[in-house]
């Protein structure tokens, strides 16, 4: 039996990066590579060639995949969930996808360097890791692929990558994400933290410049150890302040939105 229907290699680092922190990116990922398709000559699904690396599923079943227990209740992500995870795993570079008549196939970037073929492996157990570095140093902590990316390419490494991606997208994390962790450290120690999809959701809801001014308010608020949750907590708090809520767009009510550049700007 193959080594890749049997187990697949992770590397420890991937526990450092803001992936961990996002669930639903981050199981997705994990199915993704997990059923990447490990075959040398890759398999046949109806008129589709699925080669190494490679996983080809639907939307809708990723979301009876990626299903889970919580109050006694099976949940499942919407397809839009499933859409926007999708979307932050192509702009982090790890995985590339390309829509067919049979579903969205995906491409794990740099496959075959973490997960060799039998093989492929050697008895030195400095080669034998090297491809699984490669998946730490591409989802390592923000520090890490800076200083990797940039000594690489000092040695001429040839890592396929599309582009520069830690210049453009230097943190998995969601500037409001970041502006708590750096300004506002009372609200960071509550104990639910803000999801990359909730603020979001917040930047589409709110202006920019309304959310920055309630983390300060909040931040300096006495009596803010009692709340637990910063997404209900900020939500709450901008809807009694401005009256912006989901509702009322709606209605017919549209608050000021910054474009993502603009809106990443006000937490620089």
């Known amino acids: 039996m193959e080594i890749g229907e049997t187990y697949f290699k992770l590397y420890r680092k991937i526990f450092n990066n803001g992936l961990w922190k996002n669930p639903i990116e981050f199981r997705l990922f994990l199915w993704i590579l997990g059923n990447a398709v490990y075959r040398k000559d890759g398999v046949n699904m109806g008129m589709v060639k699925v080669k190494r690396g490679q996983y080809l599923r639907s939307l809708r079943k990723l979301s009876e995949d990626l299903a889970y227990i919580h109050n006694r209740q099976i949940l499942h992500y919407s397809i839009s969930q499933i859409h926007r995870s999708i979307k932050h795993l192509e702009q982090m570079q790890i995985i590339v996808v390309v ?5 969205t196939l995906f491409t794990v970037l740099n496959y075959d360097k973490y997960q060799p073929l039998l093989n492929e492996i050697t008895t030195s157990s400095t080669e034998e890791t090297t491809g699984i570095e490669e998946l730490g140093t591409q989802l390592g902590t923000t520090e890490e692929q800076l200083e990797n990316n940039t000594n690489k390419g000092n040695k001429g490494n040839n890592v396929k990558t599309k582009d520069n991606i830690y210049q453009l997208f230097p943190s998995s994390l969601h500037p409001l994400q970041n502006y708590i962790k750096d300004s506002c450290p009372r609200v960071a120690k509550l104990e639910k933290q803000l999801t990359f999809e909730e603020a979001e959701i ?11 001014e309630t983390l300060l308010s909040m931040e300096n608020y006495s009596k803010l150890k009692n709340y637990t949750s910063v997404n209900l907590t900020l939500r709450n708090w901008l809807t009694r302040k401005n009256g912006t809520n989901k509702s009322e767009k709606r209605n017919g009510f ?10 990443s700007k006000l937490y620089n």
Not at 254 to 263: G, H, L, R
Request: glycine share 8%.
């Open 254 to 263: 549209t608050p000021k939105v910054e474009s993502e550049q603009q809106f």
């Open 99 to 103: 829509e067919t008549q049979l579903g």
């Open 202 to 212: 917040l930047q589409k809801d709110f202006s920019g410049e309304i959310i920055k």
